[in-house]
C-alpha cells in the first residue's frame, strides 16, 4: 500500500454571526440577499489571495491555502472587505468572524483530513465580529514574515480538543501593504522575476506617496465595527434618558495616560492583566479603552472597558454590540440569557445591560452611564451552564469599579 504523506497548510473557517437570528428577524427573502453578498464577497477575497474553497454550507466556508501567511492574510481582507460593503452597500451590515490554523493533513477525495482542520473550525467559533483570531502555532510560522501584530486572547478550551490553546486576535499593521504583498505573490508566483518585484515596490509606493499628498490621511477610523445596527425605539430611549455624567472626572486625552485612568478604576482583582487597545480605541472612536484577558479559570474569558467622551456615544456603543439581535425587553437574569434592561446597585452605579449569545459565546455589556464606561465581557460557550456562570461573574464584578 501506497504511504501517503502529509502537507502543511493553512486553513481558513469563515462564518457569518447570528445569521440564525437574521433570518428570523428579517424573513427568508432578505436572508437569502445577505447570505449572497457574504459568499461573493469571500469568494472574490479567496480568489485574489489563491485559495481553494473546499466546502460552503449555510454561513460557513472552509477554505485551504498553500501558505499559513495566506490564510491570514485572506482573513484580514474578508474583514477589510465586509468594512467597506457596510460604507458603500445598501443593507445591513455583513458580520463576519474568522479562525485560521496551519497543520500537516492528509488530502483525499473528499478533502483534508487531520485534526489541523478541526482546530481552525473551532478556532473560528471564537471569533468575535470583524476578528480574524489565530492560534500560536500560526502566530509562530508567520510572527517575523508578515506585517501583523498579534494581540493575545488567552487559552480556550476547544470543543474536541484535549488541551486549552492560546489563540491571538491578528490584525494588518497596514491595510494597503497586506493587500498589495498578496497580489505581488499570486501574480509573480513565490519565485517571480526580480524585475517584476522591483515594478510593482515602485507602483506600491507611487501610490502611498500620491495617497499621503492628496488626503493628508486616508484612514477611515472612528466608524464603529458595529454601525449599521438596528436598535429597537424602546431601547434607543432607554437610552437616551440616561443620567447626567457630570459626577466623573474628564479624562486626559494624552495617549496612554486615560487609558492608565481607567485601568485604575478596574477591580483590583483582574486589575494588570489589562493593556491598552489602541486599535479598538480608534475603531469606537473612544477617550480610552483597555481589554482584560482573564485567568483560564475565571467564568468570563476577555473582557473590554471603553470609556467615551458624551454619554449618547455610551448609548450608541451599547446598542451597537446587540449585532442586529433585536433583543426583547426582557431583563437579563441567571435563567434569561437574552435580553436587556437597567441596572443599579444603591447610589454607586446604574446604566443599561444586554445580554445575548452569538457564534457559539455568550455575551454581556453593561454600561456605567454616569462614568461613561461601557463594559463587554464573553464566555466561550452558550449553554444555560455558560451563560450563569458568565452572569454570577458580572453580578459580583461590576460592583468593584473605582
Given at each position: 500500500?501506497?504511504?501517503?504523506?502529509?502537507?502543511?497548510?493553512?486553513?481558513?473557517?469563515?462564518?457569518?454571526?447570528?445569521?440564525?437570528?437574521?433570518?428570523?428577524?428579517?424573513?427568508?427573502?432578505?436572508?437569502?440577499?445577505?447570505?449572497?453578498?457574504?459568499?461573493?464577497?469571500?469568494?472574490?477575497?479567496?480568489?485574489?489571495?489563491?485559495?481553494?474553497?473546499?466546502?460552503?454550507?449555510?454561513?460557513?466556508?472552509?477554505?485551504?491555502?498553500?501558505?499559513?501567511?495566506?490564510?491570514?492574510?485572506?482573513?484580514?481582507?474578508?474583514?477589510?472587505?465586509?468594512?467597506?460593503?457596510?460604507?458603500?452597500?445598501?443593507?445591513?451590515?455583513?458580520?463576519?468572524?474568522?479562525?485560521?490554523?496551519?497543520?500537516?493533513?492528509?488530502?483525499?477525495?473528499?478533502?483534508?483530513?487531520?485534526?489541523?482542520?478541526?482546530?481552525?473550525?473551532?478556532?473560528?467559533?471564537?471569533?468575535?465580529?470583524g476578528e480574524v483570531l489565530v492560534t500560536d502555532t500560526v502566530r509562530g510560522l508567520i510572527r517575523t514574515s508578515s506585517p501583523v501584530r498579534f494581540t493575545e486572547r488567552g487559552a480556550r478550551r476547544l470543543k474536541g480538543i484535549d488541551e486549552p490553546m492560546v489563540l491571538y486576535r491578528v490584525e494588518a499593521l497596514d491595510a494597503g501593504h497586506q493587500r498589495g504583498t498578496a497580489r505581488r505573490r499570486r501574480v509573480t508566483g513565490v519565485g517571480g522575476s526580480t524585475r517584476s518585484r522591483v515594478a510593482l515596490l515602485v507602483i506600491a509606493a507611487v501610490i502611498v506617496f500620491v495617497a499621503a499628498a492628496v488626503g493628508g490621511s486616508m484612514y477611515l477610523g472612528g466608524s464603529r465595527a458595529e454601525a449599521g445596527a438596528s436598535p429597537t425605539a424602546a431601547t434607543s430611549a432607554s437610552l437616551a434618558a440616561g443620567a447626567t455624567p457630570s459626577s466623573s472626572p474628564e479624562p486626559s486625552a494624552t495617549p496612554g495616560t486615560a487609558e492608565a485612568e481607567l485601568t485604575a478604576q478596574l477591580p483590583s482583582a483582574f486589575r494588570d492583566t489589562c493593556a491598552r487597545t489602541e486599535a479598538e480605541s480608534e475603531r469606537l472612536g473612544t477617550v480610552a479603552s483597555v481589554r482584560c484577558d482573564l485567568p483560564l479559570a475565571a467564568d468570563a474569558e476577555t473582557v473590554w472597558y471603553d470609556r467615551f467622551a458624551a454619554l449618547q456615544e455610551v448609548s450608541d456603543e451599547l446598542v451597537g454590540t446587540v449585532h442586529n439581535e433585536n433583543l426583547p425587553d426582557i431583563e437579563c437574569t441567571r435563567d434569561q440569557p437574552r435580553g436587556q434592561g437597567t441596572w443599579r446597585v444603591g447610589s454607586t452605579h446604574s446604566g443599561r445591560f444586554l445580554c445575548y449569545s452569538s457564534g457559539g459565546q455568550s455575551w454581556i455589556v453593561w454600561s456605567y452611564d454616569a462614568e461613561r464606561i461601557v463594559g463587554r465581557a464573553v464566555r466561550s460557550g452558550d449553554t444555560p451552564a455558560d451563560w450563569q456562570a458568565l452572569y454570577d461573574w458580572w453580578s459580583q464584578t461590576r460592583l468593584f469599579l473605582q
Open positions: 500500500m501506497a504511504v501517503v504523506s502529509p502537507r502543511t497548510n493553512g486553513f481558513l473557517f469563515s462564518d457569518l454571526r447570528n445569521y440564525t437570528g437574521f433570518v428570523e428577524a428579517h424573513g427568508d427573502a432578505a436572508a437569502a440577499a445577505y447570505l449572497d453578498r457574504y459568499r461573493r464577497l469571500v469568494r472574490r477575497e479567496v480568489a485574489e489571495f489563491g485559495g481553494a474553497e473546499i466546502k460552503t454550507e449555510g454561513d460557513s466556508f472552509y477554505v485551504v491555502f498553500p501558505s499559513a501567511s495566506g490564510a491570514v492574510q485572506c482573513g484580514l481582507a474578508i474583514v477589510r472587505a465586509t468594512e467597506d460593503d457596510a460604507r458603500e452597500a445598501d443593507g445591513p451590515p455583513i458580520r463576519v468572524g474568522v479562525g485560521v490554523h496551519a497543520g500537516e493533513t492528509i488530502e483525499t477525495e473528499e478533502g483534508f483530513v487531520g485534526s489541523a482542520v478541526n482546530i481552525a473550525a473551532r478556532v473560528c467559533s471564537q471569533a468575535g465580529v
